[in-house]
């Protein structure tokens, strides 16, 4: 499942081996270490682990196969963002921490040089949360839970006018009501979708596209909403939610085959017919990958094989590339850095993908909507409305590919084709479905207690049978009955997927034998529906968290990635 290809410069070694490659060439030694991201800078690339590791391969790390490893105490790391010589690092809790050179501030702190992950504590300080960060050359962005976006570096990349700021030592701000913001390891500016799905820009990149100084509102932003978009050296992309590709830019590296610079976006020829999933850009090469698991490159600067096409000529033409090791793998991920290109496997979403498992095998499921086997309650909670006025408007008006694509996203899934979704959301009243957090609709079904289907019965009365043989009688055992949805145990435990194989379909309880106390799996039983341990103040933490640290390996938890920080962090607090 995790495997990491690379090639392009590599002259630090940075991908954990040597030499350089203008092939995409299996890097063993990052491979060994189960990454979920990678974020590459010019002399070093940082590789973020599924055990809450940040692996450094690189400049200023000893032996060019041994890795300098970081972590950061009572933290988990959410993502890291490599600049040119700088990276920032995103915890769960809203943090933010830098790392390497920080000369022209770009680091939000004092210090010139950051040999370990240091906390930026210009947001602590003013009790503002992190949600996003992002670095470009000597810059960083930082997007706070208000909507209020910062910057720190050189001021003129910063999207700022006159003599706002100086080059400091501290985060500005740049603008309000920001939801999404984007930039890239060589790029002089930044893009950000406002709360309204404006798309703006600012700094020296976004010249790329329009002149002007100042954080501006792109003129010709797509019609379709924006999903991502990314900023190289001369040339940025967007990606909108129906998998189009818009460039900008220098000639060489916007995909077209022939014409002149231009600093409108406009649509990737090549690409037009495809769905394009991930996209990313470096100094002036670009790669992206479609629903069919396709990755294509191109780009004006191959000097280094960074274009991964068996030679250092560059291509600026969009040539599809095959890896043979991960063809047609479902989660392959891409990222560029200035000279390097890295294509990776790890799972995406790996906790919701599981919904979209059930729907595709219509485990356990209790309504018919067209052809398809459903969950009645997620429909409404996804949608809003009741399952009938749904059922009623797709089966009226819409195509059985259509109300496909659009219960793959009702499931938290991504469909090949989104016609059908903007479609479906946008009769149904959905504002800004893209933007919807499934989570968050997964929450509401919890507090739902007349939609619950299911009885996890827990027995609380162990006493009685210590000896199996004189207590065959399952009668004489007390019990006490949770709540749940059973699409969600399905979905979250692999132990009641193995369990409910040998139950009838039609069964409303289960007995669950763990030993757990009634309060510790109801704790967790929220925890598959928020995401969150809650305790109350009549809850014990000390029996909660041994019960619940147990609880990972019987029900198999293991892909939890957030649950044992949780615990951990309850636990410190003892």
Same mark, same amino acid.
């Given at each position: 499942?995790y ?14 081996? %040597?030499?350089? @490659? ?6 063993e ?28 391969f ?7 196969? %041994? ?58 300080k003013?009790?503002l #949360? ?12 930082? !997007?706070c %839970? ?11 990349n910063?999207? $700022? ?11 500005? #701000? ?23 799905? +404006? ?31 990314? #900023? ?7 990606l909108t939610?129906d ?27 090549? $690409?037009?017919?495809? @769905? ?37 000529n ?40 599981? @919904? ?30 009741t ?46 479905f ?21 009885? #996890? ?23 006490e ?12 435990s ?24 009634? +309060? ?8 598959f ?5 809650? !305790? ?9 968290v ?12 293991n892909?939890?990635?957030?649950l ?9 607090? @003892?």
């Amino acid at each position: 499942m995790y495997k990491i290809f690379g090639c392009g410069e590599n002259s630090n070694s940075q991908m954990g081996r %040597t030499g350089n @490659f203008s092939t995409f060439t299996f890097l063993e030694n990052a491979s060994g270490y189960r990454i979920k991201q990678v974020s590459p800078c010019y002399e070093k690339t940082f590789y973020l682990t599924e055990d809450n590791k940040l692996v450094e391969f690189g400049l200023h790390v000893s032996g060019s196969q %041994t890795p300098k490893i970081h972590t950061i105490k009572d933290e988990i790391i959410k993502s890291v963002s490599g600049g040119t010589y700088h990276a920032l690092i995103l915890t769960e809790s809203g943090k933010v921490y830098g790392i390497r050179q920080n000369s022209s501030g770009q680091c939000g702190l004092e210090k010139t040089s950051l040999d370990e992950p240091t906390l930026v504590t210009f947001f602590t300080k003013k009790g503002l #949360l992190v949600k996003e960060v992002c670095c470009s050359y000597y810059n960083s962005y930082f !997007l706070c %839970t208000n909507g209020e976006l910062y910057g720190a570096g050189n001021v003129g990349n910063l999207g $700022l006018t006159g003599n706002q700021v100086q080059n400091g030592k501290e985060p500005v #701000l740049i603008t309000k009501g920001i939801f999404r913001v984007f930039s890239g390891p060589e790029a002089g500016g930044f893009l950000a979708l406002t709360e309204n799905l +404006e798309l703006v820009g600012g700094g020296s990149t976004y010249t790329t596209m329009e002149t002007g100084s100042g954080c501006r509102k792109v003129l010709n932003p797509p019609e379709e909403p924006i999903k991502c978009a990314c #900023l190289g050296f001369s040339s940025c992309m967007v990606l909108t939610s129906d998998g189009k590709v818009y460039t900008s830019g220098s000639l060489n590296n916007i995909g077209r085959p022939q014409g002149s610079d231009i600093n409108k976006l406009q649509i990737v020829p090549k $690409l037009k017919d495809k @769905f394009v999933t991930k996209i990313s850009i470096g100094q002036d090469q670009s790669i992206c990958t479609t629903s069919d698991y396709e990755i294509y490159v191109w780009g004006g600067d191959n000097s280094y094989g960074q274009q991964g096409i068996g030679h250092n000529n560059s291509s600026t033409i969009v040539k599809k590339i095959v890896i043979p090791e991960i063809e047609n793998s479902p989660f392959i991920n891409v990222v560029c850095g200035l000279y390097n290109t890295f294509v990776y496997t790890a799972p995406d979403q790996g906790e919701v993908q599981d @919904f979209l498992t059930i729907f595709k095998e219509s485990l356990f499921t209790d309504s018919i909507l067209q052809n398809h086997r459903v969950h009645k309650s997620l429909i409404e909670a996804r949608t809003d409305k009741t399952f009938s006025q749904v059922k009623q408007c797709l089966e009226e008006n819409y195509s059985e590919d259509e109300i496909k694509e659009f219960l793959i996203w009702v499931y938290g899934g991504y469909p090949k084709k989104m016609t059908g979704v903007k479609k479906i959301t946008k009769e149904l009243g959905i504002q800004d479905f893209f933007k919807r957090d499934f989570t968050k609709d997964l929450s509401r079904i919890y507090r739902d207690d007349d939609s619950k289907d299911f009885n #996890l019965a827990v027995v609380v009365d162990d006493e009685d049978n210590e000896d199996e043989e004189e207590n065959e009688d399952e009668e004489d055992e007390e019990v006490e009955e949770i709540p749940v949805h059973k699409f969600v145990l399905l979905a979250r435990s692999g132990l009641f997927r193995e369990m409910f194989k040998t139950i009838n379909q039609n069964a409303s309880v289960v007995k669950d034998y763990s030993g757990k106390t009634v +309060e510790s799996l109801e704790i967790l039983i929220k925890y598959f529906y928020t995401e969150k341990i809650e !305790l109350t103040a009549d809850d014990d933490p000390v029996l909660v968290v041994e019960e619940l640290y147990d609880a990972v390996d019987y029900y198999q938890l293991n892909k939890f990635s957030n649950l044992q920080y949780q615990l951990d962090q309850i636990k410190k607090n @003892f």
